[in-house]
């Protein structure tokens, strides 16, 4: 498909989701996996919500770097969960890592919000917790609530791990990523769209961050940008992208179909 094919196609979807409200609130991927426009993804199993990259404590850590933000993303995260907890009702909640997003031992601010967000879910749902490369000393924060830090899950035929390293099993569910998808503009300025990212072929399923502060990692076909080990080294230019609005899950097509988009 030429480029200026995909970029009408793709612009039209966005422009028509946007105007008339017709995308989707989810979309099985595959049999019992569903993404959502939430953020999460949805195995039949339990069912189990999976999400990572929810980075609390992210205003916190730039303080100490001289960069002064408002306090919102724990707030956000907390309604964000709370509106996903009560659309699907999951029994089981899987987070991919990244939970906390300082490196280091966490301050007392930091440790209140990874314990308010945990204690959130622990109410509704069964939560297990991955660990992922910002999660140093997590095990620490959590020892007195009866949660375990692992390094992977094994559930419903899938390996679910952070994605900072990778197991070598397939198929894998991972975060770490942030994938985004960022499409220029000669007059409007363009726009850029968190998504997930699902190679079929090779078993790799990538989800957005949680976390509404995150920038995103803006993916090319070359593989250049690409962070997380068991997506760059799968096709990844066959890629499926679906990118994640206010609105609804929006079917991106091929990663190595979106390198000349343009609004």
Not at 74 to 79: F, H, P
Not at 123 to 142: C, P, R, S
Not at 252 to 258: E, I
Request: proline share 4%.
């Amino acid at each position: 498909m030429g480029g200026s094919t995909v970029t009408a196609c793709v612009l039209r979807s966005v422009y028509l989701c946007l105007l008339t409200s017709t995308a989707m609130q989810s979309l099985e991927i595959l049999p019992g996996v569903r993404i959502t426009n939430d953020r999460c993804l949805l195995l039949d199993d339990g069912p189990t919500a999976v999400l990572g990259d929810l980075h609390l404590g992210y205003e916190s850590s730039l303080e100490d770097e001289g960069l002064y933000l408002p306090r919102i993303n724990t707030n956000s995260i907390a309604d964000s969960l709370n509106r996903m907890l009560s659309r699907y009702e999951p029994s089981r909640v899987v987070l991919l890592g990244d939970i906390k997003h300082d490196f280091r031992r966490t301050g007392r601010e930091g440790r209140d919000e990874v314990r308010r967000v945990l204690g959130l879910l622990g109410e509704a749902a069964d939560v297990t917790v991955v660990k992922g490369n910002h999660d140093n000393f997590l095990q620490n924060i959590l020892s007195d609530m009866g949660l375990l830090v692992t390094d992977y899950v094994d559930m419903a035929g899938f390996r679910l791990e952070h994605g900072h390293a990778d197991t070598g099993k397939r198929p894998v569910i991972i975060g770490h990523e942030h994938p985004s998808v960022k499409i220029p503009g000669v007059v409007s300025g363009g726009m850029k769209i968190h998504c997930f990212v699902h190679q079929a072929n090779d078993g790799v399923i990538v989800l957005p961050p949680f976390s509404p502060l995150s920038s995103g990692n803006d993916l090319s076909a070359d593989g250049s940008c690409i962070m997380a080990a068991a997506l760059k080294g799968s096709d990844h230019g066959n890629a499926d992208l679906y990118g994640v609005t206010e609105v609804g899950i929006i079917r991106l097509g091929k990663l190595k179909d979106l390198a000349n988009l343009s609004i």
